[in-house]
């Protein structure tokens, strides 16, 4: 029953968390594409541009991270935990289309140029992001801290960069009301850009990397191996192999025992090893195939290319 109840709370974290992201994303592009229409400034619309993809990609999280945590079914065995990572291909689209018009915009801006107005308006709706967007960040760490969700994390690491982002624009704003550095605004424009495409690449791997299977980090992958080898009659391990799918940990891995061992003994001897597993990651799915200790057979270990850590 705790366990339940535990998957429940992970999910409503999720879904307030993805919510109020969806609501801080709105507000923004709200109160920017009015300041962009009065002061016709050019960072300031690079950031109104970044904050609609926001609503787009927070909209995409919030579908995402309700299905990724639907229980199990007879089509999909693995559950839908991939969905997540999904939803990050999709955020890092949505930041790459972003960075791209910010850069045709400031390519057309060289050869016409926009007088900027009220640049007042546009310190003060700036700072009123940067108080909104510090807040929403603060939140979404607070619930990556309570779970693990792909999605959440790389909306919050979007949000760190609209942070830099924000107060990027305020200091081109300050500039040009007060030095008038015109050209700041437009540099400002052009390193935001930049530091989007940036962001999007490593949002884009990271997903990729959970969609094509690959294996769970060292440390992870350690600690496993010692819990295996603490449990009493287990000689070896051998094709040991894993992957993430949204919260879960799926792990496989043949254990070899001494070969006069009945299976019932081993069948134990195997639940042991998973039970430790499961004490370190409770989401983990564990599958174990029992072997007698040095039989000679076809291992998945030697068709591995390349070394391997462990």
């Known amino acids: 029953m705790t366990s339940l109840n535990s998957v429940q709370d992970k999910h409503r974290l999720k879904n307030i968390a993805a919510c109020a992201s969806v609501c801080t994303a709105i507000a923004l592009t709200l109160i920017k594409a009015g300041a962009a229409y009065v002061t016709g400034s050019l960072s300031v619309l690079s ?45 890092a689209a949505f930041i790459s289309g ?32 940067l108080v909104l967007t ?6 979404q760490k607070y619930i990556i801290k309570r779970i693990n969700s792909q999605a959440i994390e790389a909306d919050n690491k979007h949000y760190i960069i609209d942070l830099a982002a924000n107060l990027t624009v305020l ?10 550095w015109a050209w700041i605004d437009m ?11 940036i962001t999007a690449w490593k949002i884009a791997h990271r997903a990729l990397e959970e969609i094509t299977d690959k294996e769970i980090d060292a440390p992870t992958k350690a600690a496993v191996l010692k819990a295996v080898g ?54 983990a799915q564990i599958l174990i195939h029992q072997d007698p200790y040095g039989i000679e057979e076809k291992r998945l270990d030697n068709d591995i290319a390349g070394p391997c850590e462990l």
């Open 187 to 197: 540099a400002a424009a052009v390193a935001i850009a930049v530091y989007l495409m």
């Open 98 to 129: 972003s960075a791209c018009f910010i850069l045709y915009d400031a390519a057309y801006r060289l050869h016409s140029p926009v007088l900027l107005t009220n640049t007042a308006v546009g310190i003060w709706v700036m700072l009123i992001s």
């Open 171 to 180: 200091l081109s704003l300050l500039s040009v009301k007060y030095w008038h």
């Open 134 to 139: 510090s807040v929403l960040i603060v939140f």
């Open 230 to 283: 603490e449990v009493e009659g287990v000689k070896g391990y051998h094709d040991f192999r894993s992957r993430l799918s949204g919260n879960r940990l799926f792990i496989e891995i043949h254990l070899e025992f001494d070969g006069a061992l009945s299976l019932y003994e081993t069948h134990r001897l195997s639940d042991a090893a998973e039970d430790k597993i499961i004490a370190l990651y409770p989401h």
């Open 47 to 91: 950031s109104m541009a970044d904050s609609l993809a926001d609503v787009i990609s927070s909209l995409v999280t919030l579908i995402a991270v309700t299905y990724a945590d639907k229980p199990l079914t007879c089509d999909h065995r693995y559950g839908y935990g991939k969905a997540e990572a999904v939803s990050a291909l999709v955020q």
